[in-house]
């Protein structure tokens, strides 16, 4: 058998599945880099192997708070006076 490369080992090291997930339910919201999408996983396992980060703990509906109306208040206030 012909040997390999010390290099093709790595690559192909790199597309062997890292490890199993369990089917545990712990929803959490991910994020992929550079794009806005979100996604809740079932845990933070099947997150990681999506190729999604952690966002926070959670569905992602959980904290979907509008960020503009947390900082529309005070001008509201102040408008008022």
Known sequence: MPRLPPFIFFCLMA????QACTSEFKPVCGYWMHSPRTQTFPNRCQMAQAGA???HDGTCQDKTAKPTSAKAAPAEKKLAK
């Open 53 to 55: 980060r952690w966002r």
């Open 15 to 18: 597309w062997a599945p890292v």
